[in-house]
């Protein structure tokens, strides 16, 4: 059974910092691409960050220079370190594990920017 595990979100002021974590288990983690996704209220899902297998990684633009994805194999795990955030980065942030035609989702974790 395939199972993503998110934590780290939580409250945060603007111009703060967080660290989202996500462990999975069930896959061989080392051949997945690895990303995080976000949804905020009224609007579609939409794709943060992500890690490739071979460590390459794209970007949103609304995110560049302020979060870095990052992944241990060993650990089975991907990171996203979140810096200067702010009120447009409120959202459930979801992990994801894609391989060719497999997609696996976690249950999300809240993030809220706010003073």
């Known amino acids: 059974q395939v199972q993503l595990a998110e934590s780290g979100g939580g409250l945060v002021q603007p111009g703060g910092s967080l660290i989202l974590s996500c462990v999975a288990s069930g896959i061989i983690f080392s051949t997945y691409a690895m990303g995080w996704y976000r949804q905020a209220p009224g609007k579609q899902r939409e794709l943060v960050a992500i890690?490739?297998?071979?460590?390459?990684?794209n970007y949103a633009d609304s995110v560049k220079g302020r979060f870095t994805i990052s992944r241990d194999n060993a650990k089975k795990t991907v990171y996203l370190q979140m810096n200067s955030l702010n009120s447009e980065d409120t959202a459930v942030y979801y992990c994801n594990a894609g391989q060719y035609d497999l997609n696996y989702w976690g249950q999300g974790t809240q993030v809220t920017v706010s003073s």
């Open positions: 890690i490739f297998r071979g460590g390459s990684t």
